[in-house]
């Protein structure tokens, strides 16, 4: 394929991604199903080229974007208060899954290798943060459930590609060591992790030396490819990498983005992260005419395949299901902690968290690099890409009508001491308040600024008077919009301040803060001193 012809080929997959989203928008259908199912169609279609996914290409292009963003808006305490779910799920879940399915898939297809077996269930195991985040997005459930769904989605890659490595490695030479897949697993995490640390932090610094809007934006994207690539480069996890460089900045956003910067950030990333999701279930639902002509382009081929495929998909659903209800009972019994501060939780939590495991383009991205002389490698293929298309469009269409159905509560008690928005809100304008009242005429003692309300009649008067009149006016001008703006930063500073203090959550701080960015961008426009657009 020409390097225009692959072009054509993007432009082409873009509009139908967008087509595909606009209709699942008006038939209620989750777009990452819309799109999957599209990609399909267009694998089989006559006449399309041939188009050859490169799994190293794809974790590269689209993993760190789309990593960066969903850890960039993860609550860190949320995820703190949930590190035991999330690791249960990360590490117990995935584990146990491997060797669920890795039994099954032999008992299924007895002449695979065990090291095969067990690299399919390393391949399968982990849900993907992509596809997690994309489904998640249209259904209502309870911040805390959000946030261990959407952790363990982002932090399982580690395990499951340590498990995938050594069963790889087992299935080629033979030859496997627990101690060493321990201590590749720790080094993953470790140096990943420290990586991503490092990396945000550099931003951060750079961050606060730049001043366009446009330099910030593309240094966040440069961030996660730096901290995803260099993390790979010493052998760590990428993945970890991006996303312990993701909460960094998501953290100290606040402190380090002025409102221009954010809006503009937030803008940019939007419509990248939306295009790359379109693509990514495209291009899985696209893998479909690998797959075919892995298996001899006949269906024939493909449906003797079948048996293990559906055992191991079912193998996948249920292992979660088996190891989710266990660990949701008893860790409050097991914790002190948990036993004081959480309600027995209901059978719907349970059923809701092991039916939420969809699978996505990490799964994909693995099977696809197997080695050609790995045994068995076109029957785990077929059943990754069985596995995916379940998760996606059987467990990601059924869970908003089971949640539903369950009548599970989307919403979540407050903890003790901390404010809601409304709340929130008094204080940032007291603030505000208390900052214009201590400006007060030298000579007089009387409030300089008392009818900040009248600004747009203050506008229609400066504009009617005469030329000579300007500099006055001007110099008013400049004074009333240092005052209100004084009263804006005032605010956002009693803001962070309640947030520091665990006073308000991290959702009532980006409502506020966003509030808070439109009225500082609103008064410099007027003011004549707002940022030039590029």
């Given at each position: 394929?020409?390097?225009?012809?692959?072009?054509?080929?993007?432009?082409?997959?873009?509009?139908?991604?967008?087509?595909?989203?606009?209709?699942?928008?008006?038939?209620?259908?989750?777009?990452?199903?819309?799109?999957?199912?599209?990609?399909?169609?267009?694998?089989?279609?006559?006449?399309?080229?041939?188009?050859?996914?490169?799994?190293?290409?794809?974790?590269?292009?689209?993993?760190?974007?789309?990593?960066?963003?969903?850890?960039?808006?993860?609550?860190?305490?949320?995820?703190?208060?949930?590190?035991?779910?999330?690791?249960?799920?990360?590490?117990?879940?995935?584990?146990?899954?491997?060797?669920?399915?890795?039994?099954?898939?032999?008992?299924?297809?007895?002449?695979?290798?065990?090291?095969?077996?067990?690299?399919?269930?390393?391949?399968?195991?982990?849900?993907?943060?992509?596809?997690?985040?994309?489904?998640?997005?249209?259904?209502?459930?309870?911040?805390?459930?959000?946030?261990?769904?959407?952790?363990?989605?982002?932090?399982?890659?580690?395990?499951?590609?340590?498990?995938?490595?050594?069963?790889?490695?087992?299935?080629?030479?033979?030859?496997?060591?627990?101690?060493?897949?321990?201590?590749?697993?720790?080094?993953?995490?470790?140096?990943?992790?420290?990586?991503?640390?490092?990396?945000?932090?550099?931003?951060?610094?750079?961050?606060?030396?730049?001043?366009?809007?446009?330099?910030?934006?593309?240094?966040?994207?440069?961030?996660?490819?730096?901290?995803?690539?260099?993390?790979?480069?010493?052998?760590?996890?990428?993945?970890?990498?991006?996303?312990?460089?993701?909460?960094?900045?998501?953290?100290?956003?606040?402190?380090?983005?002025?409102?221009?910067?954010?809006?503009?950030?937030?803008?940019?990333?939007?419509?990248?992260?939306?295009?790359?999701?379109?693509?990514?279930?495209?291009?899985?639902?696209?893998?479909?005419?690998?797959?075919?002509?892995?298996?001899?382009?006949?269906?024939?081929?493909?449906?003797?395949?079948?048996?293990?495929?559906?055992?191991?998909?079912?193998?996948?659903?249920?292992?979660?299901?088996?190891?989710?209800?266990?660990?949701?009972?008893?860790?409050?019994?097991?914790?002190?902690?948990?036993?004081?501060?959480?309600?027995?939780?209901?059978?719907?939590?349970?059923?809701?968290?092991?039916?939420?495991?969809?699978?996505?383009?990490?799964?994909?991205?693995?099977?696809?690099?197997?080695?050609?002389?790995?045994?068995?490698?076109?029957?785990?293929l077929v059943a990754a890409f069985a596995v995916?298309?379940?998760?996606?469009?059987?467990?990601?269409?059924?869970?908003?009508?089971?949640?539903?159905?369950?009548?599970?509560?989307?919403?979540?008690?407050?903890?003790?001491?901390?404010?809601?928005?409304?709340?929130?809100?008094?204080?940032?304008?007291?603030?505000?308040?208390?900052?214009?009242?201590?400006?007060?005429?030298?000579?007089?003692?009387?409030?300089?600024?008392?009818?900040?309300?009248?600004?747009?009649?203050?506008?229609?008067?400066?504009?009617?008077?005469?030329?000579?009149?300007?500099?006055?006016l001007e110099a008013e001008k400049t004074e009333?919009?240092?005052?209100?703006?004084?009263?804006?930063?005032?605010?956002?500073?009693?803001?962070?301040?309640?947030?520091?203090?665990?006073?308000?959550?991290?959702?009532?701080?980006?409502?506020?803060?966003?509030?808070?960015?439109?009225?500082?961008?609103?008064?410099?426009?007027?003011?004549?001193?707002?940022?030039?657009?590029?």
């Amino acid at each position: 394929m020409t390097p225009v012809a692959l072009f054509e080929l993007i432009l082409a997959l873009l509009g139908a991604a967008l087509l595909l989203s606009l209709v699942a928008g008006r038939l209620g259908f989750p777009p990452a199903a819309a799109l999957v199912l599209g990609g399909m169609v267009l694998a089989v279609a006559p006449g399309l080229p041939a188009f050859d996914l490169d799994p190293d290409l794809i974790m590269v292009l689209f993993l760190p974007p789309l990593l960066l963003e969903s850890a960039y808006f993860t609550v860190w305490r949320d995820f703190r208060a949930s590190l035991g779910p999330i690791l249960s799920l990360s590490l117990g879940a995935v584990l146990f899954t491997t060797l669920a399915v890795g039994l099954i898939a032999h008992a299924a297809a007895p002449v695979l290798p065990w090291a095969a077996c067990f690299a399919l269930g390393a391949i399968v195991s982990p849900p993907d943060a992509v596809a997690a985040k994309a489904v998640l997005a249209r259904v209502a459930l309870p911040r805390r459930m959000v946030t261990v769904l959407e952790g363990e989605s982002l932090v399982n890659d580690a395990s499951g590609l340590v498990l995938y490595r050594f069963a790889v490695a087992a299935a080629l030479t033979g030859s496997f060591s627990a101690w060493a897949a321990a201590g590749s697993f720790a080094w993953l995490a470790a140096a990943g992790v420290a990586v991503g640390l490092v990396s945000g932090l550099a931003v951060n610094a750079l961050v606060r030396r730049l001043h366009d809007a446009n330099a910030v934006t593309v240094l966040s994207f440069l961030a996660a490819y730096a901290a995803y690539l260099a993390a790979e480069e010493v052998h760590a996890s990428g993945v970890l990498a991006v996303v312990a460089c993701g909460l960094m900045l998501g953290g100290r956003e606040h402190e380090t983005f002025d409102a221009h910067v954010r809006r503009h950030a937030v803008a940019v990333w939007e419509f990248v992260v939306f295009v790359l999701e379109a693509l990514v279930f495209v291009l899985i639902g696209l893998a479909l005419r690998g797959v075919l002509a892995r298996t001899g382009g006949e269906f024939g081929t493909l449906a003797a395949e079948l048996p293990l495929a559906l055992a191991v998909t079912a193998a996948c659903v249920v292992a979660r299901l088996i190891w989710v209800f266990p660990a949701v009972y008893l860790r409050p019994i097991l914790s002190a902690r948990g036993r004081s501060q959480e309600p027995p939780p209901t059978p719907a939590v349970p059923l809701i968290v092991g039916w939420a495991g969809m699978r996505g383009v990490v799964t994909l991205a693995a099977a696809l690099a197997l080695p050609v002389e790995f045994p068995g490698r076109d029957a785990i293929l077929v059943a990754a890409f069985a596995v995916i298309l379940f998760t996606v469009l059987v467990q990601g269409t059924t869970l908003g009508p089971l949640i539903r159905r369950l009548r599970l509560d989307p919403g979540a008690r407050l903890p003790d001491g901390h404010l809601d928005a409304p709340m929130a809100r008094v204080v940032v304008n007291e603030a505000g308040l208390a900052s214009l009242e201590g400006l007060v005429s030298p000579e007089t003692g009387a409030l300089q600024h008392p009818r900040l309300v009248e600004e747009y009649r203050r506008r229609v008067r400066a504009t009617s008077r005469d030329r000579d009149e300007r500099a006055a006016l001007e110099a008013e001008k400049t004074e009333h919009f240092a005052a209100a703006l004084l009263a804006v930063r005032s605010g956002r500073s009693a803001l962070i301040a309640l947030h520091r203090e665990n006073r308000i959550h991290s959702s009532v701080l980006r409502q506020l803060e966003t509030e808070i960015d439109l009225e500082e961008l609103h008064l410099k426009r007027l003011a004549g001193t707002a940022p030039a657009q590029g």
